[in-house]
C-alpha cells in the first residue's frame, strides 16, 4: 500500500495532521488493468465538496500529480483512495491512497433495509461515515449490503452505491436526500444509447414490491438483486433481452481512461 499526503509519503506527523482535521471529504476508485472510469465525475465530487466545506475549489493539479505518482507504484489492478482535508488555518491537504483492488461483485445480492438520514447527504464526508458503517454490519450479519430508507419512509440509495429498480421497460432511480451517484452518472449515457428510459421518483419501502427488479451500481460494478428485505425477485427478468440484462450489459461497456492522459 502506498501513501501520500501533499505529494510526499506519509509520515507520523502528517498522518496525525490528517487524523484531527475535523473536515474532510474523499472519494474512491477503483483501477483494472491500469484504467479507471468516470474520472471527470470523481474529480467534480471533490470540487463540489470543497467548495461546500471549504470555500475554495479542490486542488485538482495536486489530486492528479498523487495520483500518478501512487499508482506508479502500484499493481494494474488497485483501490485508490483520495481524500482532502483541511488543517485549523482552513489550507487544504490531499491524501491519496492505492490499495488492493475491490473484488469485482457481480452476484445476485441480498440486501436488508435499514433507517438512516444521511447527514450532508451531497459529500462523502471522512468524519460522517454512518453510510460504511452501516455497509459492514450488514455484511458481517450475512447481507451483500444495505438499502438505506429515510425517516419519511423513502428509499434512497444503497450504503455504498445506487440502487436501480426496474419498472416495465423502464429504470427508476429513487428520489432523496443521497449522495450524487457516479455509477449513474457513467450508466446513464450507456441507458440512453441502448434505448432504456430513466426516470427519478420518490419511492417507499413498502412499494418495493411493485417494481419488477432490481439492480445495485457501485465501484466494484453492477449487479442484480434478488431480495430486500421481504420483497424478492429469484428469477425476476432473466434472459439476454430483458431490461435487467440489457442494463446490466450496458454498464460493462462504459468506456475507461488512463489517468496520466488526463
Not at 501520500?4 to 498522518?15: F, H, K, R, V, Y
Not at 475535523?22 to 467548495?51: I, K, N, W, Y
Not at 416495465?168 to 457513467?186: E, F, I, N, T
Amino acid at each position: 500500500m502506498t501513501m501520500l499526503i501533499d505529494g510526499a509519503e506519509a509520515t507520523s506527523a502528517a498522518l496525525l495532521d490528517r487524523l484531527n482535521a475535523s473536515e474532510g471529504h474523499r472519494t474512491a476508485l477503483q483501477v483494472r488493468a491500469g484504467r479507471v472510469r468516470g474520472l471527470d465525475l470523481h474529480f467534480q465530487r471533490l470540487d463540489q465538496a470543497s467548495r461546500a466545506l471549504f470555500g475554495a475549489p479542490a486542488p485538482l493539479t495536486k489530486v492528479v500529480e498523487a495520483a500518478i505518482r501512487v499508482l506508479g507504484t502500484a499493481p494494474n489492478e488497485a483501490t485508490l483512495r483520495i481524500e482532502i482535508f483541511a488543517d485549523p488555518a482552513g489550507h487544504q491537504h490531499v491524501l491519496v491512497e492505492a490499495g488492493a483492488a475491490s473484488p469485482r461483485d457481480a452476484a445476485p445480492h441480498r440486501l436488508e433495509l435499514v433507517r438512516h438520514d444521511r447527514l450532508l447527504p451531497g459529500i462523502e464526508h471522512t468524519a460522517l461515515g454512518s453510510p460504511q458503517v452501516i455497509d459492514r454490519l450488514s455484511r458481517r450479519a450475512g447481507f451483500d449490503g444495505a438499502v438505506l430508507v429515510s425517516s419519511s419512509g423513502h428509499v434512497v440509495e444503497i450504503a455504498d452505491g445506487t440502487l436501480g429498480l426496474i419498472s416495465g421497460r423502464r429504470v427508476v432511480w429513487p428520489d432523496g436526500p443521497a449522495l450524487a451517484s457516479l455509477g449513474r452518472g457513467l450508466l446513464e449515457p450507456q441507458l440512453a444509447a441502448a434505448g432504456i428510459a430513466t426516470v427519478v421518483l420518490p419511492v417507499r419501502a413498502g412499494d418495493l414490491g411493485l417494481f419488477d427488479g432490481a439492480f445495485v451500481v457501485c465501484a466494484r460494478g453492477a449487479a442484480r438483486v434478488e431480495a430486500i428485505g421481504d420483497v424478492t425477485w429469484p428469477h425476476a427478468d432473466h434472459g439476454g433481452g430483458s431490461i435487467l440484462e440489457r442494463v446490466l450489459a450496458a454498464h460493462e461497456i462504459i468506456p475507461t481512461e488512463s489517468l496520466s492522459a488526463g
